[in-house]
C-alpha cells in the first residue's frame, strides 16, 4: 500500500472488463509437450487479493468489482475499506454475504491510518465489526509521517499494538502490521523494523505481514529477515516491481510497481523459506497499474503465480 494521501482520497475510477474464471494449467503442457488435458481452478491455490489495487471500482461498483475478482479465480479477500463500522459502505453481514455467495473469504482488513494510532476502545468496535465477518487478522497498514521522527514514537506504537492485539484476541482476530520501506531507514542511529517492531511486538500479539515489494526497494533481502525471525511472518504480500534501484526509504512517487512474476523479484527463492517464516497466506497487491488495467494485472499476477511459481 502506498501513501497516506492515495490511501484516505481514492483516484479517478476506471472500469476494466470481466475476466476468465479458470486458469489452464500451461505448465502442464510446457512439460509434457501436449496440450494441457486438465482445466485448474485457481481458487485451489488460496491466494488473497488486497482490494486496495481495485480501489478505484470499488468506489463505484462494489458487487461487480467482487464478481470480477472471484471469476479471476481469487480465494480470498483482503479489505481496504472500513469506516463508521461499515465495509465498502455495506453493514458486515451485508458484505459478507457477497463474498460468501461468490465462493470467496475474507482473509483479512486493513484499517487504521490515523496519526494517533488505534485506541482500546475504536480496538474494542473494530473487533466487533470484523468479528461479524469472521476475519482471521486485522492489520496496521501505515504510520504517517509525523510518528516516524524518533524511536520514541515508535516504541510507543508498539506498546499501543501489543494492547490493541490483546483486544484483538478476546474477538478471535489477529492484529498485525504491514510495512513499507521506511521502517527501515535509520532513526537515531537505529532500524526501527528491527530494533523496535520486531524487538518489542509480542509475536503472539501482533503478527507482521512481509510487503515483498517495499521489503526488496528498502535494500533487505525477504529472506535473511525470515531466517534471522523465523515465525513470525504469517502473511506475506506478493508485490513484483520491474526495475532494481538503490535502497531508498520513501513511498512518493513510487511507479514501479508490476504483476507478480512480471518483474525482476524471484518468488520461488522467497517462497522457499515461507515455513521458517510461518507463512499462512499470500496477498496479492498491485498498489498502481503501470497501463491503468488492474484488473488485467490482477490476472496476470494469477497466472503467474498458478502456472510458474508455485509449481
Known amino acids: 500500500m502506498k501513501t497516506k494521501q492515495s490511501r484516505r ?14 486458469v489452464i494449467s500451461q505448465y502442464e503442457c510446457r512439460n509434457s509437450g501436449k496440450p494441457a488435458s486438465k482445466i485448474t481452478d485457481p481458487k485451489s491455490f488460496g491466494i488473497g487479493l488486497q482490494l486496495y489495487t481495485i480501489r478505484d471500482a470499488m ?3 462494489v458487487a461487480g468489482s467482487l464478481k470480477k475478482v472471484s471469476d479471476t479465480g481469487y480465494k480470498y479477500l483482503e479489505l481496504a475499506g472500513y469506516d463508521e463500522g461499515k465495509f465498502y459502505g455495506y453493514e458486515p453481514a451485508e458484505f459478507k454475504k457477497m463474498a460468501d455467495d461468490l465462493g470467496m473469504e475474507i482473509l483479512s482488513s486493513h484499517t487504521q ?5 488505534v485506541t482500546l476502545d475504536n480496538a474494542r468496535k473494530m473487533a466487533e465489526d470484523h468479528a461479524k465477518l469472521g476475519v482471521k487478522y486485522c492489520l496496521q497498514p501505515w504510520i504517517v509521517e509525523e510518528m516516524r521522527t524518533s ?11 501489543n494492547q490493541i492485539g490483546t483486544v484483538m484476541k478476546e474477538s478471535g482476530i489477529q492484529f498485525g502490521y504491514h510495512n513499507h520501506n521506511f521502517e527501515f531507514d535509520t532513526v537515531e542511529g537505529k532500524v526501527p523494523y528491527f530494533d523496535v517492531m520486531l524487538a518489542e511486538l509480542d509475536k503472539d500479539l501482533v503478527t507482521m505481514e512481509l510487503d515483498i515489494f517495499w521489503t526488496t526497494k528498502a535494500g533487505q533481502d525477504p529472506v535473511e529477515i525470515i531466517k534471522k525471525y523465523p515465525g513470525r511472518f504469517q502473511l506475506f504480500h506478493m508485490k513484483d516491481m520491474f526495475t532494481n534501484e538503490a535502497p531508498f526509504f520513501t513511498t512518493a512517487g513510487v511507479r514501479d510497481f508490476a504483476p507478480v512474476g512480471a518483474g525482476v523479484i524471484d518468488f520461488k527463492r522467497i517462497l522457499a523459506v515461507k515455513d521458517i517464516a510461518g507463512m499462512k497466506y499470500m496477498v496479492v497487491e498491485q498498489d498502481q497499474s503501470r497501463e491503468g488495467t488492474p484488473f488485467v494485472d490482477i490476472q496476470t499476477s494469477l497466472i503467474n503465480l498458478t502456472t510458474k511459481i508455485l509449481v
Open 9 to 22: 482520497d481514492f483516484l479517478r475510477v476506471t472500469t476494466a472488463g470481466a475476466l476468465g474464471a479458470i
Open 59 to 61: 468506489t463505484t461498483d
Open 151 to 161: 524511536i520514541s514514537s515508535y516504541q510507543k506504537m508498539a506498546e499501543n499494538w
Open 113 to 117: 491510518v490515523e496519526g494517533a494510532g
